[in-house]
């Protein structure tokens, strides 16, 4: 019945970019849904009750995301991601910022508008703290990309284009007039530990949101009740 009732769902609605498609493998290819291109001057942001882009806010400075820069479906900065990043820069009480994980996407080709899925490998993150929130940035390739393709680790990245994802996590969120957001990145971390920090937050995931794969299940006892 909940095979059944899979594939029905499948044809008939489109599925929630966080909740309905697959993450993909942390240690192979994961999918990505990206909200913002390099060219963007406004902050698209994925509104979660529907699914849809809605705009967060105008940038109001000159800075534009270096990269592609989305997040990674079916997963969460829970309890986990915090505790993770409390083990590794030694300071207590970090909670996950309760968001999907980040993803930015190195390709060398120019994309004019954001709201799609892309397969991506990952190879390292930014290990960022927006006050005492644990605010993660995985560091990715594009799937086959002629120029990022065959990079394996973000040591193999190019230093400059670091600086600039440095530069822009640490500014994005500053707005003229307001007091200075605490934001700091605490680490640059390589694809092994890119790995473990999407392990957690799929494990966040389950547990703040239950297993995907029994919903159909679960609404087909549902309906058996109506």
């Known amino acids: 019945m909940s095979d059944e009732l899979d594939k029905l769902l499948d044809v008939m609605f489109q599925a929630h ?3 309905g ?6 240690a192979d290819v994961v999918q990505a849904f990206i909200e913002i291109v390099p060219t963007d001057t ?19 400075f000159s800075s534009q995301p270096p990269t592609l820069y989305g997040f990674i479906p ?13 083990e590794r820069i030694g300071k207590a009480g970090i909670r996950g910022d309760g968001d999907p ?13 954001g709201n799609f899925l892309l397969r991506a490998r990952p190879i390292g993150g930014l290990r960022m703290l927006d006050g005492e929130e644990a605010d993660d940035k995985i560091v990715a390739v594009l799937e086959r990309d002629m120029a990022y393709g065959d990079l394996r680790d973000i040591a193999d990245c190019p230093k400059g284009l670091i600086e600039r994802l440095r530069h822009y996590f640490l500014t994005y969120k500053q707005m003229p007039g ?19 920090v ?9 547990e703040s949101f239950g297993p995907p794969e029994g919903r159909a299940a679960a609404l087909a006892r549902l309906l058996g009740r109506a």
């Open 21 to 26: 498609v697959a993450p993909g493998d942390p």
């Open 74 to 86: 079916q997963t969460y900065c829970g309890k986990r991601v915090g505790q993770r990043c409390s």
């Open 101 to 113: 994980m980040d993803i930015c996407v190195l390709t060398e080709k120019s994309i004019a508008q």
């Open 178 to 196: 307001e007091k200075a957001r605490e934001v700091r990145i605490a680490e640059v971390y390589d694809r092994v530990e890119a790995v473990e």
């Open 42 to 60: 406004v902050k698209y942001e994925l509104d979660k009750p529907s699914g849809h882009l809605r705009i967060d806010r105008p940038q109001r």
């Open 17 to 19: 970019p966080w909740h």
């Open 198 to 206: 999407l392990r957690l937050s799929l494990q966040d995931y389950r």
